[in-house]
Nanobody, 126 residues
Protein backbone atom coordinates (compact mmCIF):
# COMPACT_ATOMS: atom_id res chain seq x y z
CA UNK A 1 0.00 0.00 0.00
CA UNK A 2 1.10 3.55 -0.69
CA UNK A 3 0.64 6.42 1.73
CA UNK A 4 -0.06 9.75 0.05
CA UNK A 5 0.41 13.17 1.67
CA UNK A 6 -0.69 16.37 -0.05
CA UNK A 7 0.74 19.83 0.58
CA UNK A 8 0.72 23.28 -0.95
CA UNK A 9 -2.84 24.37 -0.39
CA UNK A 10 -3.76 27.78 0.95
CA UNK A 11 -5.71 30.98 0.48
CA UNK A 12 -5.19 32.89 -2.74
CA UNK A 13 -6.96 35.67 -4.60
CA UNK A 14 -8.73 35.02 -7.87
CA UNK A 15 -6.23 35.02 -10.71
CA UNK A 16 -3.45 33.74 -8.48
CA UNK A 17 -1.53 30.47 -8.55
CA UNK A 18 -0.78 27.56 -6.27
CA UNK A 19 1.27 24.42 -6.69
CA UNK A 20 0.05 21.28 -4.94
CA UNK A 21 2.38 18.39 -4.26
CA UNK A 22 1.69 14.80 -3.31
CA UNK A 23 4.43 12.70 -1.72
CA UNK A 24 4.21 8.93 -1.70
CA UNK A 25 5.75 6.58 0.81
CA UNK A 26 5.52 2.92 1.64
CA UNK A 27 5.91 1.72 -1.88
CA UNK A 28 6.85 3.62 -4.97
CA UNK A 29 4.03 4.60 -7.23
CA UNK A 30 5.77 3.68 -10.42
CA UNK A 31 3.46 1.87 -12.84
CA UNK A 32 0.48 3.65 -11.30
CA UNK A 33 -1.90 6.24 -12.61
CA UNK A 34 -1.90 9.29 -10.35
CA UNK A 35 -4.83 11.64 -10.14
CA UNK A 36 -6.08 14.77 -8.42
CA UNK A 37 -9.65 15.12 -7.25
CA UNK A 38 -11.40 17.86 -5.33
CA UNK A 39 -14.39 18.04 -3.07
CA UNK A 40 -16.34 21.16 -2.23
CA UNK A 41 -18.62 21.22 0.85
CA UNK A 42 -21.73 19.17 0.28
CA UNK A 43 -20.51 17.78 -3.04
CA UNK A 44 -18.98 14.53 -4.21
CA UNK A 45 -15.42 14.04 -5.35
CA UNK A 46 -14.81 15.75 -8.66
CA UNK A 47 -12.11 14.61 -11.06
CA UNK A 48 -9.52 17.31 -11.75
CA UNK A 49 -6.59 15.72 -13.59
CA UNK A 50 -4.65 12.49 -13.96
CA UNK A 51 -1.35 11.35 -15.43
CA UNK A 52 -0.55 7.88 -16.70
CA UNK A 53 2.19 5.60 -15.47
CA UNK A 54 4.98 6.95 -17.67
CA UNK A 55 3.90 10.58 -17.70
CA UNK A 56 3.22 10.53 -21.42
CA UNK A 57 -0.52 10.95 -21.12
CA UNK A 58 -2.65 13.37 -19.15
CA UNK A 59 -6.36 14.04 -18.83
CA UNK A 60 -8.01 17.15 -17.43
CA UNK A 61 -11.49 18.14 -16.43
CA UNK A 62 -12.91 20.70 -18.85
CA UNK A 63 -13.24 23.19 -16.00
CA UNK A 64 -9.47 23.28 -15.42
CA UNK A 65 -8.09 22.62 -18.90
CA UNK A 66 -5.59 25.27 -19.88
CA UNK A 67 -5.18 26.47 -16.29
CA UNK A 68 -3.93 23.40 -14.41
CA UNK A 69 -0.96 21.15 -15.21
CA UNK A 70 -0.27 17.76 -13.67
CA UNK A 71 3.22 16.28 -13.58
CA UNK A 72 5.06 13.44 -11.86
CA UNK A 73 8.60 12.71 -10.73
CA UNK A 74 8.92 9.01 -10.02
CA UNK A 75 12.51 9.41 -8.82
CA UNK A 76 11.17 11.58 -6.00
CA UNK A 77 7.85 9.72 -5.65
CA UNK A 78 5.91 12.93 -6.13
CA UNK A 79 3.08 14.17 -8.28
CA UNK A 80 2.27 17.85 -8.61
CA UNK A 81 -0.59 20.03 -9.74
CA UNK A 82 0.28 23.53 -10.92
CA UNK A 83 -2.84 25.69 -10.72
CA UNK A 84 -2.88 29.04 -12.49
CA UNK A 85 -5.58 31.67 -12.96
CA UNK A 86 -7.48 30.30 -10.01
CA UNK A 87 -11.18 31.07 -9.68
CA UNK A 88 -13.50 31.07 -6.66
CA UNK A 89 -15.13 27.95 -8.12
CA UNK A 90 -11.84 26.11 -7.62
CA UNK A 91 -12.28 26.33 -3.85
CA UNK A 92 -12.28 22.79 -2.47
CA UNK A 93 -10.36 20.16 -0.58
CA UNK A 94 -7.90 18.66 -3.06
CA UNK A 95 -6.94 14.99 -2.90
CA UNK A 96 -4.16 12.99 -4.49
CA UNK A 97 -5.10 9.45 -5.50
CA UNK A 98 -3.45 6.37 -6.99
CA UNK A 99 -4.87 3.81 -9.39
CA UNK A 100 -2.84 0.61 -9.37
CA UNK A 101 -4.42 -0.79 -12.53
CA UNK A 102 -2.38 1.36 -14.86
CA UNK A 103 -2.97 -0.95 -17.84
CA UNK A 104 -6.62 0.13 -18.07
CA UNK A 105 -5.75 3.73 -18.84
CA UNK A 106 -6.83 6.89 -17.07
CA UNK A 107 -10.23 6.71 -15.43
CA UNK A 108 -12.08 9.80 -14.17
CA UNK A 109 -14.17 7.87 -11.65
CA UNK A 110 -13.08 8.25 -8.02
CA UNK A 111 -14.12 4.68 -7.26
CA UNK A 112 -11.39 3.32 -9.52
CA UNK A 113 -8.60 4.78 -7.36
CA UNK A 114 -7.14 2.62 -4.63
CA UNK A 115 -5.14 4.92 -2.38
CA UNK A 116 -6.00 8.44 -1.23
CA UNK A 117 -4.35 11.19 0.73
CA UNK A 118 -6.00 13.27 3.44
CA UNK A 119 -6.37 16.34 1.26
CA UNK A 120 -5.14 19.92 1.22
CA UNK A 121 -7.49 22.90 1.30
CA UNK A 122 -7.51 25.43 -1.52
CA UNK A 123 -9.52 28.60 -1.01
CA UNK A 124 -9.82 31.22 -3.74
CA UNK A 125 -11.23 34.59 -2.77
CA UNK A 126 -12.95 36.91 -5.23
Amino acid sequence: QVQLVESGGGLVQAGGSLRLSCAASGRTFGNSIMGWFRQAPGKEHEFVAAINWNGAGTVYADSVKGRFTISRDDAKNTVSLQMNNLKPGDTALYFCARDREYWRGIDRRAGQYDDWGQGTQVTVSS
